[in-house]
């Protein structure tokens, strides 16, 4: 029972890894009914996106299969997340992010990107796209009860209405309500800094750590 | 170029796709057409000396523009042309033009193996935000630089203090003072012909296109650009620039940036992805001019030896088969005023000029910070003229670039991004500081006893 269990929980983790996206929901729903344990499942999903994710990093495997891989792990958390509810275990809500390219900028890829790998390391994520207002983006994490504001910018001419959202949440008394983080390749550390916002990710990567630290630090 | 109004129509009538389908659908052709043409990155050889995978790459890139057209994002609809329709566009595209005026004008050429002719070496700091207050010594430390064929201008991010917004009302003003400076740069060093390349620098939207389509401000002489949004794709902003230029024909450049790691793959497909888009814009927007930009997914720069190879085989493939006017970027990591920055930029002008490529400007710091000058460009293109001289062969090339790498590759993980033009510059004179001038030499000896003879 237990090389059987062990064997399921390894083809959960090399579906991950391998990108056969339609195979990962059927083998953890497999799992499920099998009465493993829903954290080794959760485990096995988890090691297995991170994996995508350095790969990713290591130019070994590319954005297509990154959504893929994002989008396996999603479909196999709506499998698990009754059962870890059950458990009442809040693992796959880490956190409540709402990210956008700032207004003005039609630049999606490397918002996309780290759309991709935030869900994928357990956060819940609501894209709104790109060339979206400061009061859009702040409507939005009130109706959602976000934790997290995500904004990207690849234009310089851009990043002045990440200033302006910060102006909004300060207005409206919602600036402590929320962690404001950037990345992008018009923002610098130092823009983050003197617009007062909470935090710079210089890739994706980098963005889930920093997310996962200031939460933590909250 | 396809007839103008016939590109619009087909902007508006071509084939229905949503734009995910589209990237999904590019990843697989663009992943099938890399196995099926045998293509293979090589790290240790970012100089492709190899004609025949060169060759198999141009006719991947046609399959793939073929297959997959130029999807208009504003409409959702896809931009196709056949493909005599397309190897007509690269055929009559300019093979040699004048650009600039007077005593500094300069021919710009499609370059082909051993024509004899260098690359036009391009100056300036692209898409690098300057305060107003640097912006023209700046621009007037790449100006004294004689070297220097073309000069592409920083981007101004205040005016009066105000920050320049996209879409808003100071994006027109700031890029006719980004073009009254330039000129004022030029001819206070003298150089009042020179060619501006991306004119209008400071504004993302067609706004700026059209509010320097002016003598006062763009000369007929100078050029903007037109980007394609990545990967192979158009929107009517985009549109409307190429609609600028037809009516107001200043020169032209198509800006390609696809991303290595993106929806075209690892390097060999982000290098189909590229052709196609070069052969793409020539006939929806008949540029005259290419801008070769890939970018690595996590690393950003050109001196990875991802983009470097990207590079290198786009300019050997067009070369052989069909030569129109590439201008590759140079965006390094380092900025100025450190070693990193002038051993990147010695790598990529062997890599560009042994891949038959001309050069848009070195963008230190990847255009983020304003840690740019003069003398860095001023190095580059010396380490041009001596490849050219020395007649360089892809594996001498490789050699040297071997060394560089060992000289600037931690630069990846530590970045030394440098000073601000202000603290390497006097910026009343104008001059380099002893410092950074120091750094200068001290690096051209090292590249000097790594092979590359500076005399010839």
Redo the contacts between chains.
């Keep these: 029972m237990e090389h059987l269990k062990n064997d399921l929980l390894e083809a959960i983790y090399t579906s991950m890894v391998e990108i056969d996206s339609d195979t990962t929901p059927k083998l953890v729903d497999q799992a499920i009914n099998a009465n493993l344990d829903v954290l080794d499942i959760l485990d096995a999903l988890t090691r297995g996106i991170n994996t995508v994710g350095d790969k990713f990093e290591a130019l070994e495997c590319f954005l297509p299969e990154l959504i893929m891989a994002a989008s396996a792990m999603e479909e196999s958390m709506v499998l698990l997340r009754p059962h870890l509810d059950a458990l009442n275990i809040a693992a796959g809500s880490s956190g409540t992010i709402v990210i956008a390219t700032l207004q003005g900028d039609i630049h999606d890829i490397g918002r996309n990107i780290a759309t991709v790998m935030l869900k994928a390391s357990g956060f819940k994520v609501i894209d709104l796209g790109h060339d979206v207002k400061p009061d859009v983006i702040i409507k939005k994490a009130e109706e959602l009860n976000a934790d997290v504001i995500g904004l990207s910018s690849l234009l310089t001419t851009s990043l002045p209405f990440s200033r302006d959202l910060m102006s909004l949440l300060k207005e409206q008394n919602l600036r402590d309500k929320y962690k404001v983080v950037m990345g992008g390749g018009a923002v610098t550390p130092e823009y983050v800094e003197r617009i007062g916002a909470d935090g710079f990710a210089g890739d994706a990567a980098s963005g889930v750590r920093l997310i996962r630290r200031i939460l933590a630090e909250a | 170029m396809i007839n103008i109004y016939e590109v619009l129509r087909r902007s508006e009538e071509g084939p229905y796709i949503v734009e995910n389908d589209f990237?999904?659908k590019l990843?697989k052709v663009t992943s099938r057409l890399v196995k099926e043409h045998g293509l293979k990155f090589n790290r240790e050889l970012p100089v492709v000396g190899d004609d025949a995978m060169a060759n198999h790459l141009f006719e991947a890139a046609m399959c793939l523009a073929l297959e997959m057209g130029m999807l208009c994002?504003s409409t959702s609809r896809v931009i196709r042309f056949t493909e005599e329709e397309l190897r007509l566009a690269l055929r009559t595209a300019p093979k040699q033009f004048t650009i600039g005026t007077g005593r500094d004008a300069r021919v710009m050429r499609a370059r082909t193996f051993g024509d004899g002719y260098p690359m036009l070496v391009c100056g300036g700091c692209p898409?690098t935000?300057l305060p107003e207050e640097l912006f023209l010594p700046v621009m007037m430390s790449y100006a004294r630089e004689p070297l220097l064929d073309l000069i592409i201008p920083g981007?101004l991010?205040t005016i009066e203090g105000m920050?320049?917004?996209?879409?808003?009302p100071l994006?027109i003003r700031a890029c006719r003072q980004e073009m009254i400076w330039m000129r004022e740069a030029l001819d206070r060093c003298g150089r009042s012909g020179v060619h501006i390349y991306a004119a209008g620098e400071?504004?993302?939207?067609e706004l700026g296109t059209l509010a320097i389509a002016n003598e006062k401000y763009m000369r007929l002489s100078d050029s903007h650009m037109i980007p394609v949004?990545?990967e192979l794709k158009t929107?009517n902003?985009r549109l409307s620039r190429v609609m600028t230029g037809y009516e107001y024909p200043a020169f032209t450049t198509s800006l390609i940036d696809p991303?290595?790691?993106?929806?075209?793959?690892?390097?060999e497909?982000a290098a189909v992805v590229l052709a196609a888009a070069v052969m793409l814009s020539t006939a929806a927007y008949g540029v005259d001019m290419h801008c070769l930009h890939p970018i690595?997914?996590?690393l950003?720069s050109s001196t990875t030896k991802?983009a470097m190879w990207v590079d290198s085989i786009v300019g050997r493939a067009f070369a052989n088969n069909a030569p129109v006017a590439l201008l590759a970027d140079a965006w390094t990591t380092a900025g100025a005023g450190t070693a990193d920055v002038l051993y990147e930029a010695a790598a990529l002008a062997i890599l560009d000029e042994t891949s038959a490529l001309n050069s848009d400007a070195l963008g230190s710091t990847?255009?983020?910070?304003p840690n740019c000058s003069g003398l860095e460009a001023r190095f580059y293109a010396e380490v041009v003229h001596a490849a050219f001289q020395q007649k360089l062969t892809p594996d001498q090339a490789n050699e040297l670039i071997a060394k560089l790498w060992e000289k600037y590759k931690g630069g990846f993980t530590a970045p030394n991004f440098g000073k601000c033009f202000d603290q390497v510059y006097d910026v009343k004179t104008v001059m380099p500081t002893a410092e950074w001038l120091d750094i200068y030499h001290r690096v051209k000896e090292d590249v000097a006893s790594m092979g590359l003879n500076f005399g010839a």
């Design positions: 990237d999904m990843y994002v898409g935000p981007s991010t920050e320049v917004r996209t879409n808003g994006e400071s504004s993302s939207t949004l990545s929107d902003a991303i290595i790691g993106g929806f075209g793959g690892g390097a497909g690595h997914n996590k950003i991802e990847n255009g983020v910070y």
